[in-house]
């Protein structure tokens, strides 16, 4: 294929399963450039002219790790565009947490053609870092969010992410439209909160079970002064008698 007269995106992607599980599947995706809108935010965004961004793309998915991967470009062919999809991520990744996309491309160097690598980290606090062969390298044209919210794939709110890489020479790369590998990884959901406050209470489960434990134990010791209490009323005459209001007090506590 050559750059500018590109009809149809066709290129091969390499997904690996966010969990670290050795999981990969290669698709080749073809199709005209979407008629909607593209908004490199991390979401499915609503158009201005009704329609919503990625309804017309045919998306990829790999059932082993529930996720789906959208590929389209514009109608001038000068940007390719992804939605990665994940959703069995159900927890907004953390800011330091990242979408980790890499790919090869070709490109002149020296007046050789180099094959380069890319990795991309779009992180959740709105930033993004870029290496090309393991080096920082400005984004110049290429961009990229994290988003998270619901899908066409899935009605829980889950991470999504997009990326908007040139197709025209310019830096601080080029996509080569050359059937090369793509991959994207993603962090697990951190594990349930052990304490979650229910909705509408003030002190957290752990804390409710802790005081209900105190409540339980002094309970107990109530119950058993005043069993004492009550045995000093029978024998008063062993010197009891003063102590036993306080003791029969502590069964009301």
Not at 1 to 24: D, H, I, K, N, Q
Not at 201 to 226: F, H, I, P, W
Request: proline share 11%; with cysteine.
């Amino acid at each position: 294929m050559r750059r500018g007269t590109v009809l149809c995106v066709e290129l091969y992607v390499l997904l690996l399963c966010a969990f670290g599980l050795p999981f990969s599947a290669a698709a080749q995706i073809s199709g005209p450039p979407s008629a909607a809108c593209h908004v490199t935010d991390g979401r499915f965004t609503a158009c201005s002219n009704g329609t919503t961004e990625w309804s017309d793309v045919q998306p990829v998915a790999f059932p082993a790790s529930d996720s789906y991967l959208y590929v389209s470009q514009d109608s001038a062919h000068t940007f390719l565009y992804l939605m990665y999809d994940f959703p069995f991520r159900t927890a907004p990744l953390a800011a330091t947490d990242s979408v980790h996309i890499n790919f090869d491309t070709v490109e002149p160097i020296s007046g050789t053609p180099k094959l380069v690598v890319y990795d991309i980290f779009i992180f959740g606090n709105g930033q993004m870092q870029i290496l090309q062969q393991g080096k920082p390298t400005p984004p110049g044209n290429i961009t990229g969010a994290a988003g998270f919210g619901v899908s066409p794939n899935s009605a829980t709110p889950h991470v999504t992410a997009e990326l908007q890489v040139p197709l025209l020479a310019g830096p601080p790369s080029t996509y080569s439209p050359d059937p090369l590998f793509w991959g994207a990884t993603l962090p697990p959901s951190p594990p349930p909160d052990p304490c979650p406050t229910d909705p509408g209470k003030t002190y957290n489960r752990c804390v409710k079970a802790y005081l209900n434990n105190q409540l339980a134990n002094a309970a107990e010791l109530a119950a058993a002064l005043g069993l004492a209490g009550g045995l000093c009323s029978t024998v008063g005459a062993l010197g009891c008698i003063l102590l036993e209001p306080g003791l029969l007090s502590l069964a009301f506590v």
